[in-house]
């Protein structure tokens, strides 16, 4: 079965820099879209990037465009997020999702959490000022 596995999580203060990986196993990731979400206390998780996993393409929520970068590792399966001047409002789990996108029906990797089958257990960043 498809198994993704978050870690790199941690305590980080304002302006610091950190990067999250996620481990893929259980199939084939060639063709498939990953993606980067974090949960605080609402109850919608927020996107923040996406990368096609065929070509690399990406794309990023507005919101941390400038900021975040997410990158794929095809040899090592593993997708990361690398995150830099970190915030106090960037303070969330921190989750990696899977959306198989059988047959390209989704050509561009979608942002809503609905479109994705798989996640991982996420990961906790805090960052304090």
């Known amino acids: 079965q498809v198994q993704l596995i978050e870690s790199g999580g941690g305590l980080l203060r304002t302006g610091d820099s950190l990067t999250l990986s996620c481990a893929v196993s259980?199939?084939?990731?060639?063709?498939?879209?990953m993606a980067w979400f974090r949960q605080g206390t609402e109850a919608e998780r927020e996107f923040l990037a996406a990368?096609?996993?065929?070509?690399?393409?990406?794309s990023y929520a507005d919101s941390v465009k400038g900021r975040f970068t997410i990158r794929r590792d095809n040899s090592n399966r593993m997708v990361h997020l690398q995150m830099n001047a970190l915030k106090p409002e960037d303070t969330a789990v921190y989750y990696c999702?899977?959306?198989?996108?059988?047959?390209?029906?989704?050509?561009?990797?979608?942002?809503?959490?609905?479109?994705?089958?798989?996640w991982g257990q996420g990961t906790q960043v805090t960052v304090s000022s």
């Open positions: 990368s096609r996993w065929l070509d690399a393409n990406t």
């Open positions: 259980g199939r084939s990731i060639t063709g498939v879209h």
């Open positions: 999702a899977m959306d198989e996108a059988s047959g390209r029906t989704r050509w561009a990797p979608s942002d809503d959490q609905r479109d994705y089958q798989y």
